[in-house]
T-cell receptor
Framework: DVKVTQSSRYLVKRTGEKVFLECVQDMDHENMFWYRQDPGLGLRLIYFSYDVKMKEKGDIPEGYSVSREKKERFSLILESASTNQTSMYLC????????????FGSGTQLSVL | AQKVTQAQTEISVVEKEDVTLDCVYETRDTTYYLFWYKQPPSGELVFLIRRNSFDEQNEISGRYSWNFQKSTSSFNFTITASQVVDSAVYFCALSEEIQGAQKLVFGQGTRLTINP
């Protein structure tokens, strides 16, 4: 089974802190995604990557950056966390071999105080 | 731009009732894919179905069935004889190809509660 692992299930940070959310997949997928989930808004794409060192902005990239130095790892960075970034963050991966079906991690609930 | 609308925010039914979750989408692409995902309380989204735009046949998988109608841009999901384990948030999604990768645009989600 494909496994997408997010490093933390719950995270509490203070305003202004730099925050790293880590995601690792074990199936050699080319594509990786970061979404945030908010009530009433569904899932919104922050950034995605279709290859190592490649990244594309999603629908809401402001306030975020990403890093993909290795194929299996995709990191989401909040340079200076703000309270409006309190949310559930979901990582996903996919490949052509999976018919573009996304496999999701369990999510990280981030609270910024 | 791609858009997916799930107008039903919450649905609550009694066990064994049938329930239909609505999904309406907007796209200018001629080739696209539609998906349904289930998010149980554990949080991890689980893939249910993928349907391409050229295949309008309805699909049935056990108690689950999907009705894809291109004419009305809808991809509705029906659970027959619902069970408590079906309680979850359900998301409809539409694919959009960017740089050779299919990114998904999700609807707002429908929270389904099945009461015993």
């Amino acid at each position: 089974d494909v496994k997408v692992t997010q490093s933390s299930r719950y995270l509490v940070k203070r305003t202004g802190e730099k925050v790293f959310l880590e995601c690792v997949q074990d199936m050699d997928h080319e594509n990786m995604f970061w979404y945030r989930q908010d009530p009433g808004l569904g899932l919104r794409l922050i950034y995605f990557s279709y290859d190592v060192k490649m990244k594309e902005k999603g629908d809401i990239p402001e306030g975020y950056s990403v890093s993909r130095e290795k194929k299996e790892r995709f990191s989401l960075i909040l340079e200076s966390a703000s309270t409006n970034q309190t949310s559930m963050y979901l990582c996903a991966s996919s490949s052509i071999s999976t018919n573009e079906k996304l496999f999701f991690g369990s999510g990280t609930q981030l609270s910024v105080l | 731009a791609q858009k997916v609308t799930q107008a039903q925010t919450e649905i609550s039914v009694v066990e064994k009732e049938d329930v239909t979750l609505d999904c309406v989408y907007e796209t200018r692409d001629t080739t696209y894919y539609l998906f349904w995902y289930k998010q149980p309380p554990s949080g991890e989204l689980v893939f249910l179905i993928r349907r391409n735009s050229f295949d309008e046949q309805n699909e049935i998988s056990g108690r689950y069935s999907w009705n894809f109608q291109k004419s009305t841009s809808s991809f509705n999901f029906t659970i027959t004889a619902s069970q408590v384990v079906d309680s979850a948030v359900y998301f409809c999604a539409l694919s959009e190809e960017i740089q050779g990768a299919q990114k998904l645009v999700f609807g707002q989600g429908t929270r389904l509660t099945i009461n015993p």
